[in-house]
C-alpha cells in the first residue's frame, strides 16, 4: 500500500479488544461511509495525507527496520502464569494478542492479554500502556465495564492482562449484523456510557472511545473495554522520557506523548485533541458522541474529501446535518456532545446521558400518568395550581367556558380597543378597527367553541384517562392569557403608533388548532412539575405574552424597558423555557430598534437554554433570528455561513411549522448574502407554503416570504419577476395592515430598485421616498433600515441628471452607516459607490478613487463586482493605471458571468469597446 504500512488484525466476536494503535497524531480519517464494515484493519502507522498541513498536524512512526514479528504465542494446552491454560487465539493487533483461557484456579474461562515484544522505548511504553490498561481497568467494579481479574509477567517476563470473557461481539459488529432502529441503537449506547460514566467517576478518561472498544454480550450486556491509553483525569502532559524497569512507583500518572501530540484513534478524537489539549471526561464525551452520531445516521459526522477537511471541520464545528427522520431531542444532545468547544458540551457524561434518555413522547407520558395519580389520590391538587382546572372541577358548567373571555375580549373591550384606534384620527384607522374586531372575534370564538368542547371531553372521561384533556386544557388557557396581552395592548388609549401594526398584532396569535393536535401536544413544553415554580412560570409567561405582543405590534421601544424589567424576574426561576423565551422576544424587540449587536447576544444566550428546555420550536427560531442578525442584519456573512448547518437541522427538527418556516425564511436571506439564489428561492417558497398551511395566503408573513424571494430574484439580475413579487407583497400588506405598515418598507425598496434597473426611473423615486416617509416617521430618523432607500434613490436621481439632491441622499445614507453600525461596517460601499460615480460623472474621477478604494475594502459579493468595474472605468483616465483597470474589469466580468447576471453583459461590452477581451 505504497508507504502506507498496514496489517490485518483477526478479531473474534469473543474477544476484548486488543490493543491495536500506537500513539497516533493526525487529523481524523473519517471514512465515506461510516462503520466501515471492515474493522479489523489497523494501521501499525498513521497514514498521512499528501496535503496535510505539518505545522498542524504530527505523527509518531515506528521505523519498518525496528519492527519485530509478534511473539510466539502459546499454543493451545500449555499452561502459561502457573494457571492458565490456553483454549484459543482470539484476536491479535499491533502490540498485543489476546487469547482465550481456563483460569484452573478459579474454574472459568478467562481473555489473556498478551503483550507483543518490541525494541528499546517502543517496547516500554507499549508496558507501560499494558500496566496502565490493568490498573485502571482494576480501579472499575461496574457492570458496564470489562472486568480485570489478575495481571503480572509471564514466564520469559512479558506482561499479561487477566480479563472477563465476553461471549459477543463488537459494538460495530453489532451494528452491522443488522438494521437497527434508533432506539435500538440508543441503548446500547445509552448502556456503554454508563460504563464510561463509571470511568469518570473513577477519576479515570478513556482517551480511546469507539465502537471497536465496547462489547455486546450474548446476553445483551454491554462492557466498555480496552483502556490501554487511559490516565487519570489529574495528569498533566509532559515530555517523553526514558522509563526504567521495572516500573517505578507512580508511573500510572506520566504522560506518554510529548506536549501537542494525542493518543487514541483519530477518528473519533475530540478536537482539542488535534490541536495538543489534554484529554478530560468531555473529550471522551465527544469520542462517544461521534460514535453514536455515526451509528444513528449511518454517515460520518465530519465531511470533507481529506483528512486535512475533515479535521477543519472538526475543529470549526461544521456538522454533517442529520437526518431529518430523526427525534429532533436526540439529535438536539447529540450536537451539543459535538461541539468544538468543551465548555459548550454537556458539563459530564451523566449530564449527557440524562439529555439522551429523555425521550419527550416518554417524559411526558410520565409527567401526564403522574398528573393522573394525583388528580385520582388528590383530587386534582397538584394541577389545582394552575387554577383553571380546579375550577372547572368544582365551577361552571362546560357550556359556561366562553365566559372565561370576560374582560378579555367582550363588548365592553371590543368597543374599547376600536375607541382607542379611531381616536388616534389616522384615515385608516376606522378600516384597521373593522379588521382587528373581525380576526379577534373569530379567534375568540373559536377559543370558546374548544374550551367548551375539551371540558366535555375532559368531564366524559374516567379520571385516569384525562392527560391528553389535561394538555389540551393548558393550551387553551396559555392561548387566552395571550389573546389578553394582545386586547390589553390594542385598548390601552389611542396611540398612532399602534394603529400601522394592530391588524398584525391580532394575527400574531399562536394557532388555536394546536390546542386540539395530540402530535402538537406532545411535543409541547410542558410546564413545571414543582407546583411553586409552575405558579411563577405561569404568572411571567402572562408578562413575556405581553412582550411578544409588543413586538409584533411595532412597539420595539416599550417592548426594550419590559425585557430589562422581566429578565431580572425570571433569572431566579428554575424553569429554562421561561428564560429562553423571554430572551428571545427580549431580542426580537431589540432587532426591530435597530440594536442589533445586543439582540444577538440574547439570542445566543436563548439558544441553550430553549434547548435545555426541550422546547424545539424556540430553539429553531433562536437560531434564525441569530442567523437573521448575523448575516442580513450585520452583514457578517462569512461567520452566519458556521451557523447554517445547525439552524437548518434546528428547522428540520421542529414540529412546529410556524418556527420552521420562519428559520427557514432566515436561511433564505442568509443564501442570499452568500449568493446562493437558488437555494434562497427554495427557502422562501418552502417557509411561504408552510406558512400558508396555518395561516392562509392573505397573512402578513406570506408577503414577506414573497417580499424576500424578490430581492433573490432581484440579485439574480431578473429585475421584472422580482418587481412582480414585490408588488405582490405589497399588495397583500395594504389590503391586511393599511398603507402606513413598516412592513411596506422592504416592498417598496425592492419595486424601486427593481424599477431603477428597468428604467423606469420617475416611478423609482416615487416608491424610495414614501419607503424613505415611512422609516423616518414610523421607526426615527437614524433607523438603520433608512440607509438603503437613500443610497438607491441616490443611484436614481443620479441616473436622473439631478446630482444636488443624489448627492444629499447618498452623504446622508454614508453618514448614518458609520454612525450606527460603525465605519468598517460593510454597507458603506453603497453610498461610497454612489458618490464616486457621481464624481466621475462629473469629471472628477481623481476625487472618485479614494472613495472607491475604501468601498472595496468593505464591500461583498455583488456589491464588490459593481465597485470593481466603477473602479475599473475611473483609473481608465488615467494612462499608467490601465493595468489595474484591465484587471478589476476582467474581476467583475467573471463575477457577473459565474452568476449568469445580466450585468455581465454591459461589463462585456465596456471590455470590448476599450479593445480589451475577459
Not at 647 to 658: G, M, N, Q
Not at 687 to 712: C, D, M, T
Request: hydrophobic share 40%; charged share 25%; with cysteine.
Amino acid at each position: 500500500m505504497s508507504d502506507r504500512t498496514r496489517e490485518d488484525k483477526k478479531r473474534s466476536p469473543s474477544a476484548p479488544s486488543p490493543d491495536d494503535q500506537d500513539t497516533q497524531v493526525i487529523p481524523p480519517p473519517s471514512p465515506p461511509v461510516p462503520w466501515d464494515a471492515s474493522p479489523g484493519r489497523a494501521m501499525s502507522s498513521p497514514p498521512v495525507a499528501e496535503n496535510q498541513d505539518p505545522q498542524v498536524f504530527e505523527t509518531t512512526t515506528t521505523s519498518p527496520s525496528l519492527w519485530r514479528p509478534p511473539r510466539d504465542v502459546p499454543l493451545p494446552g500449555r499452561t502459561v502464569a502457573g494457571r492458565y491454560t490456553v483454549l484459543d487465539r482470539l484476536g491479535e493487533g499491533g502490540m498485543s494478542v489476546v487469547l482465550a483461557a481456563y483460569d484452573v484456579r478459579l474454574d472459568r474461562r478467562v481473555a489473556l492479554k498478551l503483550l507483543n515484544p518490541r525494541p528499546g522505548t517502543a517496547q516500554e511504553r507499549s508496558e507501560l500502556r499494558m500496566v496502565r490498561e490493568a490498573q485502571a481497568m482494576a480501579r472499575l467494579n461496574h457492570p458496564h465495564v470489562v472486568a480485570v481479574y489478575d495481571s503480572g509477567t509471564l514466564e520469559d517476563g512479558s506482561l499479561f492482562i487477566a480479563m472477563e470473557y465476553v461471549e459477543g461481539q463488537t459494538l460495530r459488529q453489532w451494528h452491522a449484523e443488522k438494521p437497527r432502529n434508533w432506539r435500538e441503537v440508543l441503548e446500547v449506547f445509552l448502556a456503554a456510557g454508563r460504563g464510561l460514566a463509571a470511568a469518570h467517576q473513577a477519576g479515570l478518561v478513556h482517551r480511546d472511545f469507539k465502537p471497536d472498544n465496547v462489547l455486546v454480550g450474548r446476553d445483551g450486556r454491554v462492557r466498555v473495554t480496552d483502556f490501554g491509553v487511559a490516565r487519570t483525569e489529574s495528569s498533566s502532559g509532559g515530555p517523553v522520557l526514558a522509563l526504567p524497569m521495572p516500573l517505578p512507583p507512580g508511573a500510572w500518572d506520566t504522560s506518554l506523548t510529548q506536549p501537542g501530540f494525542v493518543v487514541g484513534t483519530p477518528r473519533y478524537l475530540a478536537p482539542e485533541l488535534l490541536q495538543g489539549a489534554s484529554a478530560d471526561a468531555r473529550s471522551d464525551l465527544f469520542s462517544f458522541c461521534v460514535a453514536l452520531y455515526e451509528a444513528l445516521c449511518g454517515q460520518p459526522a465530519f465531511a470533507g474529501s481529506t483528512d486535512r477537511e475533515r479535521s477543519l471541520a472538526r475543529i470549526e464545528g461544521r456538522i454533517t446535518p442529520p437526518p431529518p427522520q430523526l427525534p429532533g431531542w436526540l439529535m438536539r444532545a447529540v450536537l451539543q456532545g459535538l461541539s468544538p468547544q468543551p465548555a459548550q458540551r454537556p458539563a459530564s457524561m451523566p449530564v449527557l446521558l440524562k439529555a439522551l434518555a429523555e425521550d419527550p413522547a416518554l417524559r411526558r407520558g410520565v409527567w401526564i400518568r403522574g398528573a393522573l395519580v394525583a388528580s385520582v389520590g388528590l383530587g386534582l391538587a397538584a394541577l389545582a395550581a394552575w387554577g383553571w382546572w380546579g375550577q372547572q372541577e368544582q365551577g361552571p358548567r362546560c357550556s359556561q367556558m366562553p365566559s372565561r373571555l370576560d374582560g378579555v375580549w367582550d363588548g365592553a373591550v371590543q368597543q374599547r380597543i376600536r375607541q382607542a384606534l379611531e381616536g388616534t384620527g389616522l384615515p385608516y384607522a376606522p378600516a384597521t378597527a373593522d379588521r382587528v374586531s373581525a380576526a379577534l372575534e373569530g379567534y375568540a370564538r373559536t377559543w370558546g367553541r374548544m374550551r367548551v368542547e375539551a371540558c366535555e371531553a375532559a368531564r366524559g372521561q374516567a379520571r385516569e384517562s384525562r392527560g391528553l384533556a389535561v394538555l389540551q386544557e393548558y393550551c387553551l388557557e396559555r392561548r387566552r392569557s395571550q389573546l389578553r396581552a394582545v386586547t390589553e395592548l390594542l385598548g390601552r388609549g389611542p396611540d398612532p403608533e399602534l394603529v400601522p401594526r394592530a391588524v398584525e398584532a391580532a394575527q400574531a396569535l399562536p394557532p388555536l388548532e394546536y390546542c386540539m393536535d395530540a402530535q402538537a401536544l406532545m411535543a409541547a413544553v410542558p410546564p413545571p412539575e414543582d407546583p411553586r415554580v409552575r405558579a411563577q412560570a405561569e404568572a411571567l409567561h402572562a408578562e413575556v405574552d405581553r412582550l411578544e405582543t409588543l413586538y409584533e405590534a411595532g412597539k420595539y421601544a416599550e417592548g426594550m424597558a419590559l425585557g430589562e424589567q422581566l429578565l431580572p424576574k425570571v433569572e431566579p426561576v428554575a424553569h429554562a423555557p421561561l428564560r429562553a423565551r423571554t430572551l428571545y422576544h427580549f431580542a426580537q424587540n431589540l432587532e426591530g430598534a435597530g440594536e442589533f449587536k445586543r439582540a444577538e447576544a440574547l439570542a445566543r444566550e436563548a439558544i441553550p437554554l430553549a434547548a435545555e428546555g426541550r422546547d424545539d420550536a424556540l430553539t429553531a427560531r433562536s437560531w434564525g433570528l441569530l442567523v437573521l442578525l448575523v448575516s442580513n442584519r450585520q452583514g457578517r456573512h462569512d461567520e452566519a455561513k458556521g451557523l447554517q448547518l445547525i439552524t437548518s437541522a434546528a428547522a428540520a427538527r421542529t414540529e412546529d411549522v410556524l418556527a420552521r418556516a420562519e428559520a427557514l425564511n432566515a436561511l433564505g436571506m442568509l443564501f442570499n448574502g452568500q449568493e446562493q439564489y437558488a437555494e434562497a428561492r427554495e427557502a422562501f417558497e418552502r417557509a411561504r407554503v408552510l406558512w400558508e398551511q396555518v395561516r392562509g395566503p392573505k397573512h402578513p408573513y406570506v408577503a414577506g416570504f414573497r417580499s424576500n424571494l424578490g430581492i433573490a430574484l432581484f440579485l439574480q439580475g431578473r429585475y421584472e419577476e422580482a418587481r412582480q413579487q414585490s408588488a405582490g407583497a405589497q399588495a397583500v400588506w395594504e389590503e391586511v395592515l393599511g398603507p402606513e405598515h413598516p412592513y411596506l418598507i422592504h416592498a417598496l425598496i425592492s419595486q424601486g430598485a427593481a424599477l431603477w434597473r428597468l428604467g423606469r426611473l420617475p416611478e423609482a423615486v416615487a416608491l424610495l421616498e414614501r419607503a424613505q416617509a415611512l422609516i423616518e416617521k414610523g421607526l426615527g430618523p437614524e433607523h438603520p433600515f433608512l440607509t438603503e432607500p437613500l443610497s438607491v434613490l441616490g443611484f436614481v436621481l443620479t441616473d436622473m441628471g439631478r446630482y444636488p439632491e443624489a448627492r444629499q441622499r447618498l452623504s446622508r445614507s454614508l453618514a448614518l452607516v458609520e454612525k450606527v453600525m460603525g465605519p468598517e461596517h460593510p454597507g458603506v460601499a453603497d453610498p461610497l459607490l454612489g458618490l464616486a460615480h457621481l464624481h466621475r460623472l462629473q469629471g472628477a474621477s481623481a476625487e472618485a478613487l479614494p472613495l472607491l478604494e475604501r468601498a472595496l475594502e468593505r464591500a461583498q459579493g455583488s456589491t464588490r463586482a459593481e465597485v470593481q468595474f466603477e473602479l475599473a472605468q475611473t483609473l481608465w483616465q488615467f494612462q499608467t493605471r490601465r493595468p489595474r483597470a484591465r484587471e478589476l474589469a476582467t474581476q467583475a466580468h467573471a463575477y457577473w458571468q459565474r452568476l449568469e447576471h445580466p450585468q455581465s453583459a454591459q461589463v462585456q461590452q465596456w471590455l470590448s469597446s476599450h479593445s480589451l477581451s475577459p
